[in-house]
């Protein structure tokens, strides 16, 4: 029997229309829409998409957002500059520097832009304020995938408290913060990596397995207990055929997919995962559209404790 | 063949050695010493025990260190108040406030409190902005109980990379900056508590085991891997002969000083670990010599990025 699918999609449907109300009652009481400023330097393929649907989906919301466009050569005291001024602005409750940064402004430079925004304006929760707050379990704004997967898990009414999670990945955005959540939620956590030996066994332990690190295909069956709750945070553009076909069988309408188009977006969880686990969340549309409703989501938050 | 002795009393020892060159560097070139303030409300007799031997401690190692004493029905204005004059004061590089403070000041004195003392003196770590840079792996000053650990492992040639560790308990104070070092360090991390399902047989899959809970005697020899590492941070006084004698036999001279002062100390971890265990740390003379000699190291830490 497959996977019951995790449909972020559908979730992050309910919960824009849920914050439609929201929204519009905010908007009527305090005479102006909840506003999200964008910072994108340069001319990412990737950054163009994820900013398009993020502008996008916050017009269908109600909220305003305004594309602060910087050029791909832009030094970082314009982009510090850019950053400042969404700080000053009265319409501006919620600021996002797209990531990644053009890789000229040197290795430091989004820690640097980042550590600029208004902590009460940082709605992708990257400062250290927000940070320090999560972990004591005090959250103000928290960074929105991490966010995300847990409103998946609630509206699909999958229990947490006293479950083993298993995190694969450490990262600042996705990684520490979520397994943060899913331990206050009062699971038990276990957060791997690289270094991690035998990460199939160990990941086989979990009830609920979130997986982000950025590897087409790379959690297999074996990382999975049968029925486990499986959280497929990756996104990874695969072009090479050979790639693709060891993801897909010949006829899979993905494969013929990617024979029209040349690519092929794909999680981190290998298909075949679908035969081993209780539920799954599909790429695309898992965690994507989620983490884009959350970011509307904290804007709306900044926007009520600012006013 | 019982367990090694993880002597942390001979760790602090080396480690204020260490330190002392570093405070009379440091005296010479600035013309004082680095200075430590502590905020005592009130006479609650732990505390009194452990600000006395930070005082003596600190003294030993060349820093200054001034008692700014409250009395028990101090205001919470009065000790906001107190906490400000140490982060206005020149002399003073480091801030602590022991806790806890009177319980007549209400559930979230501790959080203002301890949100009021400047980052850059916070030698307890406590404050957001210091939590924040140790997760995103820049920590400045990081909780002490949590540095005594990794001072701990690496001064008696533990390895931590590739490592299981399991912590017990997940306190801001000890858990979850522990699990942080130790993940940031290359370790696979389980965090458990209280909801944890099956606690033993998951803490028996630890290579490294920190156990931090108040709970005398609780970690048994069922929870500890044969060989495996073990760090007791609890400290319980135990005035229950009962207690006692589930914890040591008839004849044990730890219960004969049970039998002399009608009270005896002892960690989260049942002595019956030492057995099992390849190696433990004593409970006194472990972990808490190192949480002074931390405090002492991030006081100097502290002067030294101040001026």
Known sequence: MPANVLDGAEVARQTRNELRARVEAFTASRKRPPGLGIVLVGHDPGSEVYVRNKLKSAGETGLRADLHRLPE????????????????????????????????LGPEAEQVVFDEVDPAKDVDGFHPVNVGRLVQG??????????????????????????????????????????????????????????????????????ILVVAIGRAGFVTRDFV???????????????????????????????????????????????????????????????GPLTIALLLSNTLKAAEARS
């Open 225 to 287: 207990k049968p029925g486990a709750t499986v959280i497929d945070v990756g996104m990874n553009r695969v072009d090479d055929r050979e790639q693709a076909r060891k993801l897909f069988p010949e006829g899979h309408p993905r494969l013929a997919a990617f024979d029209r188009r040349g690519s092929v977006l794909v999680g981190d969880v290998h298909p075949e995962v679908w035969e081993v686990a209780g539920a799954l969340t599909p790429v695309p549309g898992g965690v």
């Open 138 to 207: 005090r959250p103000f704004l928290v960074p929105c995938t991490p966010l995300g997967i847990l409103e998946l898990l609630d509206r699909t009414g999958t229990p947490i408290k006293g479950r083993h999670a298993v995190v694969i990945g450490r990262s600042d955005i996705v990684g520490k913060p979520v397994a943060l959540l899913l331990l206050h939620r009062h699971a038990t956590v276990t957060i791997c990596h690289s270094r991690t030996v035998d990460l199939p066994k160990v990941a086989a332990t979990a009830d």
């Open 73 to 104: 050569d832009a030094s970082l005291v314009e982009v510090v500059a850019a950053v400042r001024e969404l700080n000053a602005s009265g319409v501006h409750d919620g600021i996002l520097v797209q990531s990644p940064l053009p890789a000229a």
